[in-house]
């Protein structure tokens, strides 16, 4: 399988007044290609802060992180920038959708900042991709003219346009219903069995059983590590 993700005692440290919060608290681990991994944990233990930096979202304060073998605990935003558009893809709970923007564009972006398509191939791809998450039919319709599980599936096809190796994911599924998230939750299944690396942060058992590690935060540390 390979090594994609090591990260050795990662810490992340906010100064709030005279208060030191440590919001990770030396968190060291490795993930696979291909793992789909679910990071759980109460309010406040650190999954955002720890999903941001393995993301490139975020810096640490001290710890290391090899990214397929790169240091990237150090790396300046715009090479950080770099390294998202081109390996990571994202979805987040309230889906950042463009607003007033069709589908189809949504799906096209993350290419129009690498510049690896020209525009026919880009639209084809865009278009596989919506068929792909079930938008076949939806291709045109703006955000305001689809359900939360239409937007957030639009989100997972674009976060799949620079066909990234790792998809990053923070509680993908918080703002849905059931019904939904179940539908969610079998789409990165099945991308998962794709050979997608996938890497989501949920507070729920139920979304957590669908992945096949799950690790628990506390007060900022790893406190379990389990394959299912
Ligand atoms: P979770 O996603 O598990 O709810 P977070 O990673 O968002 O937790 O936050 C972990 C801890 O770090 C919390 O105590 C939170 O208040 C704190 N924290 C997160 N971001 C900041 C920030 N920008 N400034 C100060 N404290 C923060
Ligand atoms: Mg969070």
Same mark, same amino acid.
């Given at each position: 399988m390979?090594?994609? $993700?090591?990260?050795?005692?990662?810490?992340?440290?906010?100064?709030? *007044?005279? =208060?030191?919060?440590?919001?990770?608290?030396?968190?060291?681990?490795? $993930?696979?290609n291909g793992e789909f991994?679910?990071?759980?944990?109460?309010?406040?233990?650190? !999954?955002?802060?720890?999903?941001?930096?393995?993301?490139?979202?975020?810096?640490?304060?001290? *710890?290391?992180?090899?990214? &397929?073998?790169? =240091?990237?605990?150090?790396?300046?935003?715009?090479?950080?920038?770099?390294?998202?558009?081109?390996?990571?893809g994202?979805?987040?709970?309230?889906?950042?959708? /463009?607003?007033?923007?069709?589908?189809?564009?949504?799906?096209?972006?993350?290419?129009?900042?690498?510049?690896?398509?020209?525009?026919?191939?880009?639209?084809?791809?865009?278009?596989e991709l919506?068929r792909r998450v079930? /938008?076949?039919?939806?291709?045109?319709?703006?955000?305001?003219? #689809?359900?939360?599980?239409?937007?957030?599936?639009?989100?997972i096809a674009?976060a799949l #346009?620079?066909d990234p190796p790792v998809l990053?994911?923070? =509680?993908?599924?918080?703002?849905?219903?059931? !019904?939904?998230?179940?539908? $969610?939750?079998n789409l990165f299944t099945e991308l998962s069995k794709e050979g997608i690396t996938i890497? #989501?942060?949920?507070?729920?058992? &139920?979304?957590?059983?669908y992945?096949k590690?799950?690790?628990? #935060? !506390?007060?900022?540390?790893?406190?379990?590590? =389990?394959?299912?």
């Amino acid at each position: 399988m390979g090594c994609l $993700i090591e990260i050795s005692d990662l810490r992340k440290t906010y100064q709030v *007044g005279d =208060e030191a919060v440590h919001a990770l608290d030396g968190v060291s681990l490795t $993930i696979d290609n291909g793992e789909f991994v679910a990071i759980m944990g109460a309010s406040g233990s650190g !999954k955002s802060t720890l999903l941001n930096i393995l993301g490139c979202l975020d810096t640490p304060t001290s *710890g290391s992180y090899l990214l &397929d073998g790169m =240091e990237v605990a150090r790396r300046s935003t715009t090479e950080l920038a770099h390294i998202r558009n081109s390996k990571l893809g994202f979805v987040f709970q309230s889906f950042n959708l /463009l607003p007033r923007t069709r589908a189809v564009e949504q799906v096209e972006l993350p290419d129009l900042y690498l510049g690896r398509l020209n525009h026919a191939a880009r639209r084809r791809r865009a278009m596989e991709l919506l068929r792909r998450v079930g /938008l076949g039919g939806r291709t045109g319709h703006t955000p305001a003219q #689809m359900s939360g599980g239409q937007q957030q599936r639009v989100a997972i096809a674009r976060a799949l #346009m620079n066909d990234p190796p790792v998809l990053f994911a923070d =509680e993908p599924t918080g703002n849905l219903d059931t !019904k939904s998230s179940v539908e $969610i939750m079998n789409l990165f299944t099945e991308l998962s069995k794709e050979g997608i690396t996938i890497i #989501m942060v949920t507070h729920e058992d &139920d979304i957590a059983a669908y992945a096949k590690r799950q690790l628990l #935060m !506390k007060d900022g540390k790893l406190i379990r590590d =389990e394959h299912r």
